[in-house]
């Protein structure tokens, strides 16, 4: 039978993230690739969310979360972003960040409006705008520290454009926007009444840069969809519980598209988020200590081999560049790694909009165990300076 598919999802297919975790996974390799922080979640998040399960929370929760997780929520955005929000109001829990971002997406965007992206870029933030039937317009960002032009910025907005984007601690640059950064985005964003869409669930994980939300500054309260899980935070990757904070209007439209597409997040994995949210703060800064443990490991063994790695910093994510000429291209590097020393990584040219821009570079992920991580640091020291002929 020949199957009609939606035009749509034409040109869509399995991300190189996926693909290389998953050969990864077949070869018994270490994999650097796919961000799932391969790390056991604290225990008081794991008994609660048991004892939620015990406790029968098994129904159908208000659309837009638990009202203890809204108001932890709300609690949180207060002291860590310094945002006001009315948990009844102005918070949205649903199925992971990637839920709360396509139902803002539907909820706010028409087919061929345009949204502006920094590149480089996540890929799923890309995709489901694609999806939606959005337009992206790139900025580019360049390294070692990612910086972009204004004026590059303000050219992309077009009598289309809705949105402007925003990723801190972005993926996969490990880029954190500065408090200038975005004062500059707010005001353009108010100058050209633009919607601003925030992306920060890496909000914990910063080394020595601050992490800043432009949703509280004046010229972006009203016009700000903040964007945020538990995933990276608690090692939950696979709960999928994400949210939202945005004016009331919006919030009410995201929650209603979210009740259409998924009627509510797991019931008992918001009671164990919730319990996780009253970590005290030495939690979070001890985390932040030893990722940087990690991305130092990391960034040593990179250089060891040749590579010259974009140290980032937030995220749990490197860019590194390879001399060009040691392999044929980024693809090329990332399967003879993986047949070479059996450590995952991901093409660089896959998050950029040209893809040229990242041919001779690699994405690393050091969001695992430590064990797991010197292994996988081992395997990449045996690559030596291997190269190809080309």
């Not at 965007?109 to 995709?127: G, K, M, Q, R, T």
């Not at 900025?139 to 402007?164: C, G, K, Y």
């Not at 080394?207 to 090692?235: E, M, N, V």
């Given at each position: 039978?020949?199957?009609?598919l939606?035009?749509?999802?034409?040109?869509?297919q399995?991300?190189?993230?996926?693909?290389?975790?998953?050969?990864?996974?077949?070869?018994?390799?270490?994999?650097?690739?796919?961000?799932?922080?391969?790390?056991?979640?604290?225990?008081v998040?794991?008994?609660?969310?048991?004892?939620?399960?015990?406790?029968?929370?098994?129904?159908?929760?208000?659309?837009?979360?638990?009202?203890?997780?809204?108001?932890?929520?709300a609690?949180?955005?207060?002291?860590?972003?310094?945002?006001?929000?009315?948990?009844?109001?102005?918070?949205?829990?649903?199925?992971?960040?990637?839920?709360?971002?396509?139902?803002?997406a539907?909820?706010t965007?028409?087919?061929?409006?345009?949204a502006?992206?920094?590149?480089?870029?996540y890929?799923?933030?890309?995709n489901?705008?694609h999806?939606?039937?959005?337009?992206?317009?790139f900025?580019?960002?360049?390294?070692?520290?990612?910086?972009?032009?204004?004026?590059?910025?303000?050219?992309?907005?077009?009598?289309?454009?809705?949105?402007?984007?925003?990723?801190?601690?972005?993926?996969?640059?490990?880029?954190?926007?500065?408090?200038?950064?975005?004062?500059?985005?707010?005001?353009?964003?108010?100058?050209?009444?633009?919607?601003?869409?925030?992306?920060?669930i890496?909000?914990?994980?910063?080394?020595?840069?601050?992490?800043?939300s432009?949703?509280?500054?004046?010229?972006?309260?009203?016009?700000?969809?903040?964007?945020?899980?538990?995933?990276?935070?608690?090692?939950?990757?696979?709960?999928?519980?994400?949210y939202?904070?945005?004016?009331?209007?919006?919030?009410d439209?995201i929650?209603?598209?979210?009740?259409?597409?998924?009627?509510?997040?797991?019931?008992?994995?918001?009671?164990?988020?919730?319990?996780?949210?009253?970590?005290?703060?030495?939690?979070?800064?001890?985390?932040?200590?030893?990722?940087?443990?990690?991305?130092?490991?990391?960034?040593?063994?990179?250089r060891?081999?040749?590579f010259?790695?974009?140290?980032?910093?937030?995220?749990?994510?490197?860019?590194?560049?390879?001399?060009?000429?040691?392999?044929?291209?980024?693809?090329?590097?990332?399967?003879?790694?993986?047949?070479?020393?059996?450590?995952?990584?991901?093409?660089?040219?896959?998050?950029?909009?040209?893809?040229?821009?990242?041919?001779?570079?690699?994405?690393?992920?050091?969001?695992?165990?430590?064990?797991?991580?010197?292994?996988?640091?081992?395997?990449?020291?045996?690559?030596?300076?291997?190269?190809?002929t080309?």
């Amino acid at each position: 039978m020949e199957y009609r598919l939606a035009d749509r999802v034409a040109s869509m297919q399995q991300s190189d993230i996926r693909r290389f975790s998953a050969w990864c996974a077949e070869i018994g390799g270490v994999n650097l690739s796919q961000g799932v922080c391969d790390q056991p979640a604290p225990d008081v998040v794991k008994d609660a969310a048991k004892k939620a399960i015990d406790d029968d929370h098994a129904i159908y929760t208000h659309m837009r979360g638990i009202a203890e997780l809204r108001q932890i929520i709300a609690r949180k955005m207060k002291e860590f972003n310094g945002i006001d929000a009315d948990p009844e109001a102005q918070v949205v829990v649903s199925i992971g960040t990637a839920g709360v971002f396509a139902c803002a997406a539907m909820a706010t965007l028409n087919a061929d409006d345009e949204a502006i992206v920094f590149s480089p870029y996540y890929s799923y933030h890309v995709n489901l705008l694609h999806l939606m039937g959005a337009k992206v317009n790139f900025v580019d960002t360049h390294p070692p520290d990612w910086q972009f032009s204004m004026d590059e910025l303000e050219n992309a907005v077009t009598d289309r454009t809705r949105w402007i984007l925003v990723n801190t601690p972005a993926n996969p640059s490990g880029k954190v926007f500065s408090e200038q950064e975005l004062r500059d985005i707010a005001a353009l964003a108010k100058r050209k009444n633009l919607l601003i869409v925030t992306d920060e669930i890496y909000e914990y994980i910063t080394y020595g840069k601050p992490h800043f939300s432009i949703g509280k500054l004046p010229d972006a309260a009203d016009r700000t969809i903040t964007i945020s899980g538990a995933s990276k935070t608690y090692a939950v990757t696979g709960w999928r519980v994400g949210y939202a904070v945005a004016p009331a209007e919006i919030c009410d439209k995201i929650g209603v598209v979210s009740d259409h597409l998924a009627i509510c997040a797991p019931a008992p994995l918001q009671h164990g988020i919730v319990a996780g949210m009253q970590l005290p703060d030495t939690y979070y800064e001890q985390m932040a200590k030893d990722y940087l443990i990690k991305r130092e490991m990391l960034v040593d063994t990179l250089r060891a081999i040749d590579f010259d790695p974009y140290v980032p910093d937030g995220s749990y994510y490197i860019l590194a560049a390879f001399e060009k000429g040691r392999f044929r291209d980024d693809t090329d590097a990332t399967e003879t790694i993986l047949k070479e020393v059996g450590v995952a990584t991901v093409p660089g040219s896959a998050f950029y909009r040209d893809p040229a821009d990242g041919r001779n570079q690699l994405r690393f992920c050091y969001a695992k165990q430590v064990a797991d991580l010197e292994e996988g640091c081992r395997r990449l020291r045996k690559l030596g300076s291997y190269s190809r002929t080309v």
